[in-house]
């Protein structure tokens, strides 16, 4: 009997061994692929400013992309910039910075703007719309993807976000481009429309500015 002991013993501590090593390269793991603080969507955010070197920013809108990937839209007040950055985010815990676009300036003249880019991650094409609103009597966005779906956005304070993604391999997913900006008053009628070559509204330029609906 005490022999049989004295067997099992060495079998534990190898296996304690074997648990130690698995635990401690997944500790590696996770601090090289992933922020200091790889909980939250905020972590993510301020490795990617940081390692930029750009002052901190609040996330005012997170929108889901597909395939455990979010669009991060960032607002830094004091210095009147926002950026757009990617996140995945594996097991359901852990955010990764997966790059973006940073330092828009916010523009005071320009009502509405429509902003738009593309990254791939993982296998699929993800595209996003990002841009500023200033105008009040704005109360609704719409855009129309170049497949017909309609997405209705809602802004953040001066901003507003959207994005999508399709398989790499799918070349419907090009004509993204084409897809438009509809905008809405308070009694529902339409005000402004915007597309790929019509990206802005210029205060200055009142109701005849490019891609006002006159």
């Known amino acids: 009997m005490r022999r049989n002991r004295l067997k099992k013993r060495p079998a534990v501590r190898g296996h304690l061994i074997r648990w130690l090593i698995i635990v401690l390269g997944l500790v590696l793991w996770v601090r090289i692929y992933y922020p200091a603080n790889p909980w939250s969507a905020e972590g993510a955010a301020e490795e990617a400013l940081r390692g930029i070197q750009l002052p901190p920013a609040q996330i005012v809108e997170t929108v889901d992309s597909g395939n455990g990937s979010?669009?991060?839209?960032?607002?830094?007040?004091?210095n009147r910039m926002f950026h757009q950055m990617y996140a995945s985010r594996i097991f359901g815990l852990l955010w990764r910075n997966r790059g973006g676009g940073f330092g828009?300036?916010?523009?005071?003249?320009?009502?509405l703007s429509f902003k738009s880019g593309m990254t791939t991650l993982d296998n699929r094409r993800h595209?996003?719309?990002?841009?500023?609103?200033?105008?009040?009597?704005?109360l609704e966005l719409k855009i129309v993807w170049h497949d017909g779906l309609e997405q209705t956005v809602k802004p953040s304070g001066e901003l507003y976000a959207a994005s999508r993604s399709f398989p790499a391999k799918e070349a419907n997913g090009d004509k993204a481009w084409d897809s438009k900006l509809f905008a809405y008053d308070r009694n529902g009628n339409l005000k402004y429309e915007l597309n790929a070559e019509r990206t802005e509204i210029i205060a200055s330029q009142g109701q005849d500015s490019v891609g006002a609906v006159r």
């Open 70 to 78: 979010y669009l991060l839209l960032l607002f830094d007040e004091d």
């Open 104 to 111: 828009s300036e916010l523009k005071p003249d320009v009502l």
């Open 127 to 138: 595209y996003y719309f990002v841009g500023q609103l200033h105008d009040p009597d704005v």
